[in-house]
């Protein structure tokens, strides 16, 4: 309720930018609705998406915590239309100086933060494509999946270049392992939604323990 005072609810389209990287940092934001992608750009101004942000969790503690951070490190983009709420720097550190327990979830959301960043470097550096896409359509079925008698459709409609973009891949790449995975009765395709049809499959391509799906699930 005190902090309540301090917060500001920001509506935003699907697409909109939020905030651009290298922009003047002003405060933190929270997901209370929709699903906003986090990315960076390279030197060369190529583009790396590095996690999805769902309801109750934050973009901009990096610069919030790092002292002479002036400016947004990364930038925020709504996938889809979101809602989000804008708490201004000063009196978020103002806040959780007074309530520690605050703090401790923050801490433990930045632990969530390192251990999702290096699963994703050692999985990019030693797991083939394949196998990151049969995880990332297993976290997408667990968060977004709705059962049905043909399966498990993943309720949520990502273009194909942004999915080849999370698995770190080319779009024709992403096709024809897609197509692998449809001719070995592993999942369907009907108008853009990507139906779950045989989930143990799936799993034994993945190869991944349990924790660590779990976490992915949280960055999507």
Same mark, same amino acid.
Request: with cysteine.
């Given at each position: 309720?005190?902090? %309540?005072?301090?917060?500001?609810?920001?509506?935003?389209?699907?697409?909109?930018?939020? *905030?651009?990287? =290298? +922009?003047?940092? +002003?405060? *933190?934001?929270? @997901?209370? +609705?929709?699903?906003?992608?986090?990315?960076?750009? %390279? +030197?060369?101004? $190529? #583009?790396?998406?590095? #996690?999805?942000?769902?309801?109750?969790?934050?973009?901009?503690?990096?610069?919030?915590?790092?002292?002479?951070?002036?400016?947004? @490190?990364?930038?925020? #983009? !709504?996938?889809?239309?979101?809602?989000?709420?804008?708490?201004?720097? /000063?009196?978020?550190?103002?806040?959780?100086?007074?309530?520690?327990?605050a703090m401790l979830t923050l801490c433990r959301w930045f632990a969530r933060e390192v251990a999702m960043l290096e699963f994703k470097l050692t999985r990019?550096?030693?797991?083939? %494509?394949?196998?990151?896409? !049969?995880?990332?359509?297993?976290?997408?079925?667990? $968060?977004?999946? #709705?059962?049905?008698? !043909? =399966?498990?459709?993943?309720?949520?409609?990502?273009?194909?270049?942004?999915?080849? /973009?999370?698995? =770190? &891949? %080319?779009?024709?790449?992403?096709?024809?392992?897609? $197509?692998?995975?449809?001719?070995?009765?592993? &999942?369907? *395709?009907?108008?853009?939604?990507?139906?779950?049809?045989? $989930?143990?499959?799936?799993?034994?391509? !993945?190869?991944?323990?349990?924790?660590?799906?779990?976490?992915?699930?949280?960055?999507?």
């Amino acid at each position: 309720m005190e902090l %309540s005072a301090e917060a500001l609810l920001v509506g935003y389209n699907e697409g909109d930018l939020v *905030v651009q990287e =290298g +922009s003047p940092f +002003s405060g *933190v934001y929270i @997901i209370y +609705s929709g699903l906003v992608l986090i990315g960076k750009y %390279s +030197s060369s101004r $190529k #583009r790396r998406i590095l #996690r999805f942000l769902a309801p109750r969790e934050f973009f901009g503690l990096e610069a919030l915590f790092m002292k002479d951070q002036e400016t947004n @490190i990364q930038f925020a #983009r !709504a996938l889809l239309d979101s809602e989000l709420v804008f708490i201004r720097a /000063e009196p978020l550190l103002e806040f959780l100086q007074r309530y520690p327990l605050a703090m401790l979830t923050l801490c433990r959301w930045f632990a969530r933060e390192v251990a999702m960043l290096e699963f994703k470097l050692t999985r990019d550096a030693t797991e083939g %494509s394949l196998h990151n896409l !049969a995880m990332l359509l297993l976290a997408l079925s667990n $968060k977004y999946g #709705r059962d049905t008698p !043909a =399966g498990t459709v993943i309720n949520l409609e990502l273009p194909r270049a942004l999915m080849a /973009e999370m698995v =770190g &891949i %080319s779009e024709e790449t992403l096709l024809k392992l897609l $197509k692998r995975l449809r001719d070995q009765q592993i &999942i369907s *395709v009907q108008d853009s939604k990507i139906t779950i049809i045989n $989930k143990e499959k799936l799993d034994s391509l !993945a190869l991944t323990a349990d924790f660590y799906l779990t976490i992915l699930e949280e960055t999507l």
